[in-house]
């Protein structure tokens, strides 16, 4: 509990529990909201299709590799069946996982430019049960200009989906930070897009623009398309500028915030070192739990199965 919540319910007379909308947790959220509680989610009995989530913010820097290793790692868990696609050149999500990307002859780019590659061949296990990657590399850096020529440029990434779709529960892409083609093809691939944001000073700078891309998606390509939620990190609980930012985020998104925060810690770039999720570098940390109780959060929402 923050300082700031003790103090709300210290001061106050009644319980918050027993106001309307609060759950048993009677806490406050970082989020200044009500924080709910998320159950664990029940074993799913069968797998698949899998639900398709985006990682988007056209901002570097942001937490959307962390946010994809770790979400994902976080289902995982949860016994979800979850493939990460690296749809950024840096190829950082492979790297996280211990994939050394820049070593590979086939790589995501070749399933997109090229004809006869099966995305099985490409797919690699992790060292976390459950959670497999499509890794890339630079080469990727290539399709935008080659994808342009080509007939349906913004369902390509669809297509090579489609064919492995059905052994999934949930397929997270970590988007590059740009709204080219690249992530176009990623919304247009997708069911659902998450967007984190740096709990930062400027951190809505953009978002505009980010919102007008997806309804643009939303309307021409993919009319499914839905934003399942706002995920504020490198959250600061101990400045009152941080709090601000995520409230001045709630104010504009309303109950698309999660209420799940990522705090900032150095366990993340630490976990990166070591090519592991952090639910599995630092199990026991608040990190992984802020990743689990995200997972948990997005579940209950219908955000994944
Ligand atoms: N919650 C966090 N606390 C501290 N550092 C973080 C956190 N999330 C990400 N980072 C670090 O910030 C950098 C950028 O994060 P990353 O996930 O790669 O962002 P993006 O994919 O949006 O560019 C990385 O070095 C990462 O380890
Ligand atoms: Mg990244």
């Known amino acids: 509990m923050t300082s700031e919540s003790s103090q709300k ?3 106050s007379n009644v319980r918050l529990d027993r106001l309307p909308g609060i759950d048993a947790t009677g806490q406050w959220g970082p989020t200044g909201r009500p924080l709910p509680g998320f159950p664990t989610p029940r074993p799913l009995e069968s797998h698949g299709p899998a639900r398709i989530i985006s990682m988007c913010n056209q901002k570097g820097g942001v937490g959307k590799t962390t946010s994809t290793i770790n979400l994902g790692a976080a289902l995982a868990e949860y016994g979800r069946r979850v493939l990460l696609v690296d749809f950024d050149p840096q190829g950082a999500l492979s790297v996280g996982l211990g994939v050394r990307s820049q070593d590979l002859d086939v790589t995501i780019y070749n399933l997109l430019v090229e004809r006869g590659h099966d995305a099985h061949d490409v797919i690699q296990t ?81 978002v505009a623009l980010l919102v007008e891309t997806i309804e643009k998606v939303q ?53 990166t070192l070591a090519a592991e999720p952090i639910t599995q570098y630092a199990s026991g940390h608040g990190a992984a739990e802020s990743y689990r109780q995200l997972a948990r959060e997005l579940i209950s929402r219908g955000g994944a199965p």
């Open 9 to 11: 319910s210290t001061n």
């Open 219 to 271: 309307d021409r390509l993919n009319p499914r398309l839905e934003i399942d939620g706002i995920l504020a990190t490198m959250y600061d609980g101990r400045t009152l500028h941080s709090r601000d930012v995520v409230r001045s985020v709630v104010d504009h998104f309303g109950d698309k915030v999660f209420h799940t925060v990522i705090s900032r810690t150095v366990k993340f770039p630490d976990a």
């Open 126 to 206: 992790t060292r976390v049960h459950n959670l497999d990657v499509l890794p890339a590399n630079i080469d990727l850096s290539a399709a935008e200009v080659q994808l342009v020529g080509e007939v349906a440029r913004e369902m390509v990434l669809a297509r090579v989906l489609r064919s492995v779709a059905d052994e999934y529960d949930v397929i997270l892409i970590d988007c590059q930070p740009s709204l080219g083609l690249l992530t176009v093809n990623a919304l247009t691939a997708s069911h659902g897009v998450v967007i984190p944001l740096e709990a930062e000073f400027f951190a809505m700078r953009g």
